[in-house]
């Protein structure tokens, strides 16, 4: 019968020498460095993840401000809201289409425009002539319908409002 180990050391399969209890329990060296070697580089790829994904919030963050930032100093120059009835609607647009309103926007453009290049400011000129010469005659045209068709509405008006005769 072969012997059994007992609990002060083991036995060597050769020749029933007893191994030193430090060569048992210690981790030979050949194991542990090959065993180490894909938990470094598992470890080293989530570090280069995590210092990625630093890298990525630092930017957004960044990115944000900037945004922020450009927000902040382009506040339009007509505060929008919805309007609660139709006549509401009718005096917004009354109000939008004012001297003082039409007069804060041509200075907020003008003031958007003094910040281009040359070239970009003398290509928007020309833009603005050329829809001015365009949209002349189309102008024209609704003015020149619009009276016309008021003497038939006042005639039309006139004839609602006269009581009948029965």
């Known amino acids: ?52 994904q630093e890298h990525e919030q630092f930017v957004v963050e960044e990115m944000s401000k900037a945004l922020s930032d450009v927000v902040e100093q382009t506040a339009p120059v007509l505060p929008l809201r919805r309007p609660t ?36 400011k003398k290509a928007v000129e020309m833009a603005t002539r050329v829809t001015q ?8 045209g609704l003015r020149l319908i619009g009276a016309v068709l008021r003497t038939p509405a006042a005639m039309v008006r006139l004839i609602a409002r006269r009581p009948r005769q029965t």
């Open 1 to 52: 019968m072969s012997k059994m180990p007992s609990k002060r050391g083991a036995i060597h399969s050769k020749g029933g020498k007893k191994e030193p209890a430090f060569a048992r329990k210690a981790t030979q060296h050949q194991d542990f460095i090959g065993q180490a070697a894909p938990e470094r580089a598992e470890a080293e790829v989530r570090k280069q993840e995590r210092v990625e």
């Open 85 to 120: 009835s139709f006549r509401d609607g009718v005096s917004m647009l009354k109000e939008f289409a004012s001297p003082e309103t039409l007069e804060k926007l041509r200075a907020k453009a003008e003031e958007r425009l003094a910040d281009l290049p040359p070239p970009v």
């Open 133 to 140: 010469v365009l949209t002349a005659p189309v102008s024209a």
